[in-house]
């Protein structure tokens, strides 16, 4: 189950522990949630808690989350390959699930000739993907899968995540999406009804930098004033974003979801 993803990234746990006591390196004083939710993270390492201040007043870790969007806070609703399949019935779409998932890795690991991926809507990159992943170039199969994503329903937040962020915000928290993404994020957050939660999203299409290019973390630092060393980053990829969170200084968490269990790696 991807229960209680944003109650595990406040502070790691060794075995199944409420996720009250998880927000701790957010907000030091006493507070409770409406429910109970038991977590498991199966990877520990060493993360900041609170601390006391000069006049010996707890303080919180971090002032800042930032997120990233696609395989962290956003979740697909189905698998791509069993998208790309359905949606190709009517177009005579002739692959397979494996060719669709290989194709799919080819493209995304291919160098870009451009500088940004995702300019504007993107289209340009993905017509690239669908192209590569399917051997399909019909245009308006193209279209059909591209809207497909441009809609709340192929997503879905892990269990958890809205009213965790909620809690965040009550405490003061600051909240950012930092996102190698197009301009179809601000819609995405807006149907999963969490994009007035944000403090900042911060979008490479939009900003003309794209992770792990430090310049899109310090756009985000300053839009939701919080120093470096007092916010962290969690995403699902390596490559993308520990370099240029690091750089800066923001401590950055890796996520991994599986059936069962959150793994997260302070890196």
């Known amino acids: ?18 996720a009250s006591t998880l927000f701790r390196a957010f907000k030091p004083f006493n507070f409770k949630l409406t429910k109970s ?8 390492s060493s993360v900041p808690r609170t601390h006391a201040g000069n006049e010996g007043k707890l303080k919180r870790a971090y002032d800042g989350l930032l997120l990233d969007a696609g395989g962290t806070l956003l979740q ?12 190709g019935k009517k177009y005579g779409l002739q692959c397979t699930a494996a060719d669709i998932k290989q194709g799919f890795k080819r493209a995304f690991s291919a160098p870009w000739p451009e ?45 958890g995540a809205h009213q965790t962020m909620l809690c965040l915000k009550e405490y ?8 190698n993404f197009d301009s179809r994020l601000r819609k995405l957050l807006k149907d999963l009804n969490v994009l ?56 950055c968490w890796w996520v991994f979801f599986n059936l069962n269990t959150i793994s997260i790696t302070k890196q």
């Not at 229960?3 to 502070?11: D, G, M, N």
């Not at 939710?37 to 520990?44: E, N, T, Y």
Request: aromatic fraction near 8%.
């Open 1 to 18: 189950m991807l229960q209680s993803f944003l109650p595990c990234i406040v502070r790691l746990c060794e075995s199944v522990m409420e």
């Open 76 to 87: 697909l609703a189905k698998p791509v390959d069993e998208t790309y399949l359905t949606i």
């Open 172 to 179: 003061g928290v600051k909240l950012a999406v930092v996102s």
């Open 37 to 44: 939710i038991p977590i498991r993270c199966s990877s520990i």
């Open 115 to 159: 500088k940004l991926r995702y300019q504007g809507d993107g289209k340009p990159f993905w017509r690239l993907v669908v192209s590569e992943a399917t051997g399909c170039d019909n245009a308006n199969y193209f279209e059909e899968v591209y809207e497909h994503y441009a809609n709340g329903d192929a997503w879905h937040l892990p269990e």
């Open 196 to 251: 007035h939660l944000f403090d900042a999203v911060i979008i490479s299409s939009e900003v003309g930098y794209e992770k792990p290019d430090e310049k899109i973390f310090s756009a985000a630092l300053d839009e939701i004033c919080v120093e470096a060393k007092k916010a962290v980053h969690v995403r699902d990829d390596t490559k993308a974003d520990k370099g240029g969170a690091n750089v800066v200084g923001i401590d």
